[in-house]
């Protein structure tokens, strides 16, 4: 079993002895002759059933330095766009997946109803034989596909949940941020659906205003890659000088924190009053959550939050691979789904 979380800015996936993150960027590979010995981020190459040709690419860190096409998705339907399923595959291939291994893999909760059958299908219908760094050719597909909501995924994840309670739980990823309201009961803890939705914000967003805050203080565009490629740097050499890039850093940080919170604050409306717990999760837990903690004070970062969603999905899958659907109204035994065979 990979568990793998596709997320906008980084591919988080785990199995049960090994965990790998790298951000999702892809940018085709030029041959080089040139070996200059350690090199950051992936060079991957796959080769489809029945065909001699290899299509090679920079992946993650390797694509944001290296590539000069680099891509990063922000459409609604990226899974069906070739760079989820070259980072699935870069992934697997990296926990060491070979052959026929099963999938679990998440989809933000606004648009899982609609995605869920297409994803599966997608994934389904995967086949290749993948190099990672110049290591062997190994062929991968998924011969079981698990689809799960993002942040529901995450709260199975969580220890130390109240023993009663009132619980939301923010997955504050990429380009969204799931919100999940939950009720916690000596026996289980059951979500209220009316208070479980996704916002279209995230850290895309602040990176898209850091973006133009480095336009106007240089008068010099950059892409949303290469504003992540500087996103944690205090100052960066621009055109022979050294610019000072925490403060719009810490400006946009602290705009798109605000606007997640109101929002979410807005969508839990008359329940916010009664939380016991709101646990962040998510590549974006740690940058926002001293804003987020202004509107609720009750905030702390949950457990694992980079790779809560991944290693719930896993929690969510049957240990002997039979396919896991989840209930409808509850999740018994307080974080256990309950199995079904597909």
């Not at 799931?178 to 208070?195: A, D, G, R, V």
Request: proline residues 4%; contains cysteine.
């Amino acid at each position: 079993m990979v568990s793998i979380d596709l997320g906008y800015g980084y591919t988080k996936a785990v199995t049960n002895q090994k965990k790998i993150i790298f951000p999702s960027v892809i940018a085709p590979a030029q041959e080089s002759t040139y070996d200059f010995g350690k090199s950051v981020g992936h060079v991957v190459e796959i080769r489809r059933p029945g065909e001699i040709q290899k299509q090679k690419f920079y992946v993650g860190e390797a694509a944001i330095k290296e590539g000069r096409a680099a891509k990063i998705s922000l459409d609604r339907q990226k899974f069906s766009q070739q760079a989820s399923t070259i980072l699935a595959l870069t992934a697997a291939c990296l926990l060491g997946a070979e052959r026929q291994t099963s999938l679990a893999l998440g989809l933000p909760l606004a648009y899982y109803s609609g995605q869920k059958e297409q994803v599966k299908s997608l994934f389904k219908g995967v086949a290749a034989y993948v190099s990672v760094d110049g290591g062997p050719e190994k062929p991968i597909s998924f011969s079981r596909v698990h689809v799960f909501p993002q942040g529901v995924g995450a709260v199975y994840a969580q220890e130390d949940l109240p023993e009663e309670g009132l619980v939301g739980l923010l997955d504050i990823g990429f380009f969204t941020t799931e919100h999940i309201l939950f009720e916690c009961t000596l026996e289980e803890f059951i979500p209220l659906k009316s208070y479980c939705s996704s916002v279209e914000g995230g850290v895309s967003t602040a990176l898209k205003l850091f973006a133009d805050g480095f336009r106007q203080l240089t008068g010099t565009p950059i892409s949303i890659p290469e504003a992540q490629s500087i996103w944690n740097k205090r100052s960066v050499s621009f055109k022979g000088r050294e610019l000072d890039v925490r403060g719009i850093k810490d400006g946009t940080v602290r705009e798109v924190g605000k606007a997640i919170a109101e929002a979410v604050n807005a969508a839990w409306s008359e329940k916010v009053c009664w939380l016991d717990e709101v646990l962040l999760v998510g590549g974006g837990s740690l940058e926002f959550f001293d804003v987020v903690k202004e509107t609720f004070p009750q905030a702390k970062i949950g457990n694992e939050p980079l790779f809560a969603n991944a290693l719930g999905y896993i929690e969510l899958a049957s240990e002997k691979d039979n396919v896991v659907e989840l209930r409808q109204n509850s999740y018994p035994n307080r974080g256990v789904g309950q199995a079904q065979n597909e």
